[in-house]
């Protein structure tokens, strides 16, 4: 079985990820999205709403899974047994961020890294963004699916 594991902090989740997450169940027969819990990080959206935007946004999805995780990805990975790690470069900035992962990752454990250009629709999008425009009371519809929606 291909399993591959999508992880981020997904705060919240966006059309971005989507895309990827989409695209990733053609490649693979699970793809895992992994919300990395990180004590030290300030997060708008608690793990909690952040787990159900994206059960919600894949209900209708029998190959997407959803889970949490602490730690490093490559042990969750082996713990999951998950031989792959699925990512979204967006830009050089993430493919400069994301070669360096990906590399310790490997050098660490065989897990191999799969990336997939983003969509050009999407391909601005990022969570931290999405936050801004929530906070300053704009339209941020337009940039997660519809399950992300702030009470
Ligand atoms: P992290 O905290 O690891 O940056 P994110 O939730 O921001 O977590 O992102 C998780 C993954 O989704 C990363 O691989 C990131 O590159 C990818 N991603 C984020 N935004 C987009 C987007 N607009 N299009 C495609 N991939 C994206």
């Known amino acids: 079985m291909k399993r591959a594991l999508f992880p981020g902090s997904f705060d919240p989740l966006t059309l971005g990820h989507y895309d990827i997450i989409k695209r990733g169940v053609h490649l693979f ?12 990080k300030k997060y708008m959206f608690s793990l909690d709403e952040r787990k159900k935007f994206i059960e ?18 490559i042990d969750f990975c082996k713990e999951i047994d998950a031989e792959f790690i ?17 590399h310790t990752n490997r050098m660490l ?15 601005y999008i990022s969570s931290s963004i999405v936050r801004d425009v929530i906070r300053n009371k704009g339209d941020y519809t337009v940039l997660v699916p519809d399950s992300v929606r702030v009470k």
């Open 56 to 73: 919600e946004a894949f209900k209708d999805e029998p190959k997407v899974k959803i889970v949490t995780y602490k730690g490093m990805t």
């Open 86 to 102: 699925l990512r979204g470069l967006r830009n050089p900035a993430d493919f400069e961020f994301e070669k360096a992962i990906a």
């Open 29 to 40: 027969d699970e793809v895992v999205i992994a919300i990395g819990i990180n004590a030290d």
């Open 109 to 123: 454990s065989k897990i191999e890294t799969i990336f997939l250009l983003t969509a050009a629709s999407t391909s």
